[in-house]
């Protein structure tokens, strides 16, 4: 029973080109979204959030988009640069839920090509 | 300013053996949360302690796995009898009251 899903285990993209990553999730609880970053060996690094009040936030690079109606968000790389080469989950938690642990996805491993 | 640290990064445990993971959190946050990595996996929430406070155990497993969060010192995942489906990377997270989870570096515990 996986309620959140990266359905595309891997993602290869030029550099300076636009890099997408996709996730579903089934749980209409959810109202908390997060993307992680992941080298091997280390833990994940926190990239950026959203909230379900909203439906897109910008750091950066970095924009995460939320359709709410279809359950669906997506990371936003622009441009890509080689040192994003990485694993990247895409978590989600019900902030009302008492604990708020994280549901993660099983990650995209994303190579950006020089 | 430290992140989350976690001790030891690497353990090797014959079958059978206890496991001891330590984790101390980012200065100032008072939440801990423990998470499974199983190879090929997203990484699998076990449980959320504040200070003294076991909150949510839902992910844990019933038997050997047990943590604490003491008032003084880092958070404890303890594993007894090691088996070798313990072998994962385990991670802890911390946060403060509506902060993100910032992780630690992991701890890869080998069952041999």
């Known amino acids: 029973d996986q309620q959140v899903k990266q359905n595309s285990p891997s993602l290869s993209v030029q550099e300076g080109r636009i890099s997408i990553l996709n996730c579903d999730y089934t749980n209409s609880m959810f109202d908390y979204f997060l993307w992680y970053k992941k080298y091997p060996a280390e833990g994940p690094t926190f990239l950026i959030s959203i909230s379900s009040i909203k439906d897109k936030n910008e750091d950066g690079r970095f924009t995460v988009f939320l359709n709410k109606s279809a359950k669906h968000l997506s990371l936003h790389i622009v441009p890509s640069q080689p040192g994003d080469s990485a694993v990247y989950f895409c978590a989600a938690s019900a902030v009302g839920g008492g604990s708020e642990k994280l549901v993660f996805g099983k990650g995209t491993k994303l190579t950006v090509n020089p | 300013n430290a992140g989350v640290m976690q001790n030891p990064r690497h353990l090797v445990r014959r079958r059978g053996q206890e496991a001891r993971l330590r984790c101390s959190p980012m200065?100032?946050?008072?939440?801990v949360y423990w998470y499974r990595q199983l190879p090929e996996e997203g990484l699998k929430f076990m449980v959320y302690?504040?200070?003294?406070?076991?909150?949510?155990e839902s992910g844990m497993p019933k038997e050997r796995f047990s943590a604490e969060f003491p008032k003084e010192g880092p958070s404890i995942l303890r594993i007894q009898q090691v088996v070798r489906g313990d072998s994962a990377a385990y991670f802890c997270?911390?946060?403060?009251?509506?902060?993100?989870?910032?992780f630690g570096p992991g701890t890869r515990l080998t069952v041999t």
């Open positions: 200065k100032g946050h008072s939440h």
């Open positions: 997270a911390s946060k403060q009251t509506k902060d993100e989870q910032y």
């Open positions: 302690l504040q200070k003294e406070n076991i909150i949510d």
